[in-house]
């Protein structure tokens, strides 16, 4: 499986933007990018998925490499609530295993106020 | 509301007794899975359904037994439960497999095996 690789950590002040990275070196041409966050004493939660162009929604925005080899999340003004922590995942969309997201472990986002 | 429950929220019980844990959706979603989380290893899938009558292992499987035998329930039974199945576990579902649909998550179940 194409594997992701995420910072440990990392901290952002309440209202400010916020960029979330992920590499992916060994991504195919089918696998979408796909980004889950966990609040606290919850379940995944999805925020956003792309394949090659950039996309945006009402979470956040995903800005995807030309060579797709890495992409970003962006949360446009971090507030408390967007602490959490945040997995970057490649969805195989061939294959038994379709539709198996494979969790790493995730960069934890810390908002100061 | 577009959801997933779990029944129990939390549960603990003894080694050797037989449990379920229920998942159920409202979504008429096809696919359904189990992850279990445990600190330092994140989540990893456990079982997960294509459809109904429909099961496959995930990479965790051993000790786990589940079944499809309605679209909208995908239960997780543990028929000898062992200490080393304390964890928290999260079902899931989305509409089907294949296509880069979201997945719904429940709020999760702990179960503790003493």
């Known amino acids: 499986d194409a594997k992701t690789t995420q910072p440990n950590s990392m901290e952002s002040n309440e209202e400010e933007p916020v960029h979330l990275p992920c590499n992916h070196s060994t991504i195919s041409g089918t696998d979408y990018i796909h980004w889950y966050r966990q609040l606290p004493s919850q379940g995944p939660e999805y925020v956003i998925h792309g394949l090659t162009s950039n996309v945006n929604n009402r979470m956040a925005s995903l800005a995807i490499a030309e060579d797709r080899k890495s992409s970003t999340l962006i949360l446009h003004r971090a507030t408390l609530r967007d602490a959490a922590v945040y997995y970057c995942i490649l969805l195989q969309n061939y294959g038994g295993s379709q539709g198996n997201l494979i969790f790493g472990k995730g960069t934890k986002l810390s908002v100061k106020p | 509301e577009a959801q997933v429950t779990q029944n129990p929220r939390y549960l603990i019980t003894v080694t050797g007794k037989k449990l379920t844990v229920t998942c159920s959706q409202n979504m008429n979603h096809e696919y359904m899975s189990w992850y279990r989380q445990d600190p330092g290893l994140g989540l990893r899938q456990i079982y997960y359904?294509?459809?109904?009558?429909?099961?496959d292992k995930g990479d965790v499987p051993e000790g786990y037994k589940v079944s499809r035998k309605e679209k909208r329930n995908f239960p997780l039974i543990l028929e000898s439960p062992s200490p080393n199945q304390t964890s928290l576990y999260f079902c899931?579902?989305?509409?089907?497999?294949?296509?880069?649909?979201?997945?719904?998550f429940g709020p999760g179940t702990r179960l503790t095996v003493t």
């Open positions: 359904s294509m459809n109904v009558e429909v099961t």
């Open positions: 899931a579902s989305r509409i089907r497999t294949g296509g880069p649909y979201e997945q719904y």
